[in-house]
């Protein structure tokens, strides 16, 4: 990024102008991203569905990423301008790597994506904003961590569980009401799902599991092992076994008043 900076600025997802234009510019966007940690990891997950307007524009978008072996990031906003985002951030992430031959310091990381986030603040305020969510496992504090953004690259770290995107105000309500820090992985890839269910159940730039098409949401977990992701067999036997208990409480299992 340092050395686009100096030879080739415009290149940089940030520099780049917009064509003058009336109203917002039309473009796909991705929607919701959840995060949550489990003693020994944590798992980021995301919905496959991309708008643009009031129009689907993707139904199999991938919005999560591995960044490097023991971290990933979950992208919602502009999808085209998120994706490359990314691809800069690994490569990032590998050249330190390479050079220092060391990994960078899960702080380091978070702080760097902030900093690549907050050049994109030009176009953030044409509309073209991208909010990731950054999570993973810290080898150093031995714990999975997670980081959320605002689109001018303020970072903040959040405990337990996390969400970003439209569909957000709804993944987290879900999660706040079935989060334990005792959880299992099982048990916290099913909570990650059931947050997804949930925002798709109210919010219409979410997509839901798609049976007939087989189109399942993308769940990672990031362990002390490093980065994994769930199969698309796994993801569906998770996906089902929700559905299934939805036909008996459509609105999801219920917490304790007290």
Do not use: C, W
């Not at 879900?174 to 890839?189: A, H, N």
């Not at 208990?245 to 299992?253: F, I, T, V």
């Amino acid at each position: 990024m340092d050395f686009l900076s100096d030879q080739a600025p415009e290149m940089l997802p940030g520099n780049r102008q917009a064509p003058p234009l009336k109203g917002a510019i039309e473009a796909p966007h991705g929607t919701t991203i959840v995060a949550a940690a489990f003693p020994g990891g944590v798992v980021l997950a995301g919905d496959r569905r991309a708008t643009m307007g009031n129009m689907i524009a993707q139904r199999d978008i991938e919005k999560v990423f591995p960044a490097d072996e023991y971290s990933a990031v979950g992208i919602a906003g502009t999808a085209g301008l998120a994706v490359e985002m990314v691809k800069l951030f690994q490569l990032e992430l590998e050249h330190f790597e390479k050079v220092e031959g060391a990994q960078l310091s899960f702080e380091g990381k978070a702080n760097r994506l902030s900093t690549m986030i907050r050049s994109n603040l030009a176009m953030a305020m044409q509309g073209l904003a991208v909010v990731p969510v950054f999570a993973g496992y810290d080898v150093d504090r031995e714990r999975g961590r997670i980081f959320s953004y605002d689109v001018t690259g303020g970072r903040s770290e959040e405990h337990g569980y996390a969400s970003t995107g439209s569909g957000s105000i709804f993944a987290r309500g879900s999660m706040k009401k079935l989060y334990r820090d005792d959880l299992t992985e099982r048990e916290t890839l099913t909570l990650v799902v059931q947050a997804l269910y949930d925002a798709a159940d109210d919010d219409s730039a979410t997509g839901g599991p798609d049976v007939g098409r087989r189109i399942y949401p993308i769940v990672t977990v990031i362990t002390d092992e490093g980065f994994r992701r769930l199969t698309d067999a796994q993801s569906a036997e998770i996906t089902r076994e929700i559905l299934d208990r939805r036909l008996e409480q459509p609105d999801g299992p219920r917490a304790a008043l007290l």
